[in-house]
């Protein structure tokens, strides 16, 4: 087998589908009537020996869609002031347009069909995310309209912990309060945890392939019972 011919497909890795990393600030826990007021995604690359790990976060604020409730208390939990002058908030459209773009390019660069959204809790984040796209009327989202990683579930897997900055530091990362309930900064963080959950499945997968006394059984389902025979 040739070196080329040998190196893992990011396009067959997740079935076609490209995970990108997608975290939404808000005025509240609905989807349909509260504002969306800041959205960041980070792109997750795979280099030529399966390794993935994130690309650099691209964000913006938003400005609230006209007739959009804002609860005071998520502003008190994000920080955010929709009224700040210098938030530089794009609407609605123009902040997928940002976006969106660099999702595409990556989707055109590893021929992946669409793009999978991974979050913490991450149907939260797809619906507010599914809401503005159908507000609007935006045509071809590059995204899967229902299908989604959560690293809610992929942290209580690996590590036992499905709140994200336990899960967060479970995994060996740095996490600083401080910074939290910024889209940008728990984009990044819920990208390096799903980074480090996919790529240790990797090596623990590749450490049990090459076991040449494991069986078919031991290697296709590591750590499974096998019967007892003597029974």
């Given at each position: 087998?040739?070196?080329?011919?040998?190196?893992?497909?990011?396009?067959?890795?997740?079935?076609?589908?490209?995970?990108?990393?997608?975290?939404?600030?808000?005025?509240?826990?609905?989807?349909?009537?509260?504002?969306?007021?800041?959205?960041?995604?980070?792109?997750?690359?795979?280099?030529?020996?399966?390794?993935?790990?994130?690309?650099?976060?691209?964000?913006?604020?938003?400005?609230?869609?006209?007739?959009?409730?804002?609860?005071?208390?998520?502003?008190?939990?994000?920080?955010?002031?929709?009224?700040h002058p210098f938030r530089f908030a794009l609407d609605e459209r123009e902040a997928l347009d940002l976006i969106f773009t660099p999702v595409r390019k990556a989707?055109?660069?590893?021929?992946?069909?669409?793009?999978?959204?991974?979050?913490?809790?991450?149907?939260?984040?797809?619906?507010?995310?599914?809401?503005?796209?159908?507000?609007?009327?935006?045509?071809?989202?590059?995204?899967?309209?229902?299908?989604?990683?959560?690293?809610?579930?992929?942290?209580g897997l690996a590590y036992g912990q499905t709140v994200l900055s336990k899960a967060v530091m479970a995994a060996g990362i740095d996490w600083n309060n401080d910074?939290?309930?910024?889209?940008?900064?728990?984009?990044?963080?819920?990208?390096?945890?799903?980074?480090?959950?996919?790529?240790?499945?990797?090596?623990?997968?590749?450490?049990?392939?090459?076991?040449?006394?494991?069986?078919?059984?031991?290697?296709?389902?590591?750590?499974?019972?096998?019967?007892?025979?003597?029974?």
């Amino acid at each position: 087998m040739s070196e080329s011919a040998a190196k893992p497909k990011y396009n067959q890795r997740f079935r076609g589908f490209l995970p990108v990393v997608v975290d939404v600030e808000t005025g509240g826990f609905d989807h349909v009537g509260d504002a969306l007021l800041e959205i960041a995604v980070v792109v997750v690359r795979m280099d030529e020996h399966g390794i993935v790990h994130p690309d650099p976060a691209v964000s913006t604020h938003v400005v609230p869609f006209p007739g959009s409730h804002i609860d005071p208390r998520s502003l008190e939990i994000t920080g955010i002031d929709p009224d700040h002058p210098f938030r530089f908030a794009l609407d609605e459209r123009e902040a997928l347009d940002l976006i969106f773009t660099p999702v595409r390019k990556a989707l055109r660069e590893f021929d992946c069909q669409r793009a999978i959204l991974v979050g913490h809790n991450a149907a939260f984040d797809l619906n507010f995310l599914n809401a503005a796209i159908r507000r609007t009327g935006y045509k071809r989202s590059p995204f899967h309209q229902f299908s989604c990683f959560d690293t809610a579930t992929l942290g209580g897997l690996a590590y036992g912990q499905t709140v994200l900055s336990k899960a967060v530091m479970a995994a060996g990362i740095d996490w600083n309060n401080d910074e939290a309930h910024s889209a940008v900064y728990d984009t990044e963080r819920t990208a390096e945890l799903f980074c480090r959950i996919v790529n240790r499945w990797k090596q623990m997968d590749d450490f049990m392939r090459a076991q040449p006394s494991a069986s078919h059984a031991e290697r296709d389902h590591p750590g499974h019972d096998q019967p007892d025979k003597a029974a």
